[in-house]
Structures are given as structure tokens and as C-alpha cells.
């Protein structure tokens, strides 16, 4: 059993993030036009070609918000700020071309594990050790379509680049 699957065991208020759903969310841009995918994809790839895969690391467990959290994400290191490197590139690219308006905060790598299930008013902690913080290298930029429904967000691969490095 992983690390996760222990975390969550027996939280009737929390709402699982499904495996293959788990990432990092480097730009989110809305709603696009069929017909704009693949340029969208091409204008935000192309800027990537030949950077380094950034490498990350769990830093915690975080809740958020602390004191009623709506979701529980791993607050990942972004240490050598590769994976701030490949935002950059990736939103500079797409704000020129008039795609994607920066955001005004600042970037926060983390990966959302878990969602409070709607009408639980609040979540407990998560008990138990930390999770494991060996660092991983995240090679693959993919373009997703999310699909929203009551029993969680899925996602639709659109376009995938493989970082070198």
C-alpha cells in the first residue's frame, strides 16, 4: 500500500485525486476552441524544446486552507527552479500570443491529492508519517482538458512534450 492509499484509508470526507489525474498545474488556461488546441500546444511546446527535465521533491503535507482545508496537496521543492524555468517559458510564450493572462500569485508546485467531499463542512488532519520526499524528475509537459463532474475533475491528454535534460 502506498504512502497515499495509508494517508487516506478510512476518510469518508475526503475525495481521492485518481492516479493518473495527479499533477502539477503550470498554467491554467480556460476554456479554448477546439480548432485552437493545436496551436495552443505547438506555441507553448515550442519554447521547451531542449530544457531540462526540472526535478522535484516533496517538501510536506499541506492543507488548504489550514484551518478549513478544501484539499490536501504535497507542497513540492523546486529547488534548482527548473520547474519555474519551464513556467516561464511556457507562459511568456502563450501570454504573447495572447492565450493566457500571467497570474498574479506566485507560483506554488504541488500536486493535489485529495479534495473534501462536498457538504463535509470540515476535514481533520491527515495522521501519520509524512510523505516520502525522494526527489522525482517531471520530464512530460502535457496540455489536459479537464472534464468536471460531481465525483471529481478528469483529464484528457491533448498534446504531451518530453523534457530533455
Not at 481521492?16 to 488546441?37: R, S
Not at 508546485?109 to 488532519?125: D, L, N
Not at 524528475?137 to 518530453?162: F, K
Request: proline share 10%; charged share 25%.
Amino acid at each position: 500500500m502506498s504512502w497515499r492509499e495509508r494517508a487516506l484509508a478510512g476518510r469518508a470526507d475526503l475525495r481521492p485525486v485518481a492516479v493518473e489525474a495527479l499533477h502539477v498545474t503550470l498554467v491554467f488556461l480556460g476554456y479554448l476552441p477546439e480548432k485552437e488546441i493545436e496551436r495552443t500546444a505547438a506555441i507553448a511546446f515550442e519554447p521547451l524544446g531542449g530544457m531540462a527535465a526540472p526535478t522535484l521533491a516533496v517538501r510536506e503535507l499541506r492543507a488548504v486552507p489550514p484551518r478549513s482545508p478544501r484539499l490536501f496537496a504535497l507542497d513540492l521543492a523546486d529547488d534548482d527552479g527548473g520547474a519555474r524555468a519551464v513556467l516561464a517559458a511556457a507562459a511568456d510564450a502563450l501570454a504573447g500570443a495572447r492565450l493566457y493572462k500571467p497570474e498574479k500569485r506566485p507560483f506554488w508546485p504541488h500536486i493535489t491529492i485529495a479534495r473534501v467531499k462536498r457538504g463535509e463542512r470540515r476535514a481533520a488532519p491527515l495522521a501519520g508519517p509524512q510523505p516520502p520526499a525522494h526527489p522525482f524528475v517531471a520530464a512530460d509537459v502535457t496540455l489536459y482538458r479537464s472534464h468536471l463532474s460531481p465525483r471529481g475533475a478528469s483529464y484528457e491528454a491533448l498534446g504531451r512534450l518530453r523534457l530533455g535534460g
